[in-house]
């Protein structure tokens, strides 16, 4: 039913989610940048650093790196998803224009394509990312929206 859509997404109710969701995330951020901070100055003040020391600096870093990172493509769709809210173009599939299943959009507020449109992308997605490391070094593995 039509309704369905109407009823589980309406405007208000999905901005307030919507802006829930990106307050959480931007405090997640907040405190990986912190920590980021912290474990910086705390390196460099004991200035004589060994190599243990050092690949331990390194590695948090490089976690706390990838964590901030998926955080903030997180934060940036939940702003495209506030954006396409006022537009009025949101719960709509971006490729096949069709509605988004409100169950889709209730576990996945900042979903931009209908199940089926994001299987498609995805497995498209695998097989350019195939043939690139195919052809050179493996790249950062990308955030697949059903994963999340
Ligand atoms: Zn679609």
């Known amino acids: 039913m039509p309704d369905d859509i109407v009823k589980d997404t309406r ?12 307050h959480q995330l931007q405090k997640q951020i907040d405190q990986l940048l ?3 901070r912290d474990i910086h100055s705390h390196f460099r003040e004991n200035s004589v ?11 948090t ?7 901030l990172e998926a955080r903030t493509r997180q ?3 939940l702003d495209e998803a506030l954006r396409r809210l006022d537009e009025g173009t949101y719960g ?3 490729d096949c224009d ?6 889709r959009l209730r576990a996945m507020p900042f979903a931009r394509r209908c199940i089926k449109c994001q299987e498609q992308a995805e497995l498209f997605e695998q097989v350019i990312q195939r043939e690139d490391r195919e052809e050179v070094a ?11």
């Open 75 to 77: 934060r940036n769709q």
């Open 61 to 67: 870093g490089a976690q706390q790196i990838a964590l």
């Open 138 to 148: 493996p790249r950062g593995g990308s955030l697949s929206e059903t994963m999340l």
């Open 92 to 94: 709509m599939c971006e």
């Open 98 to 103: 069709q509605p988004i299943a409100p169950a």
């Open 34 to 36: 912190a920590q980021h």
């Open 11 to 22: 405007p208000d109710t999905l901005r307030h989610l919507l802006l829930e969701r990106r």
């Open 49 to 59: 650093l060994d190599t243990e020391d050092m690949s331990m600096r390194d590695s």
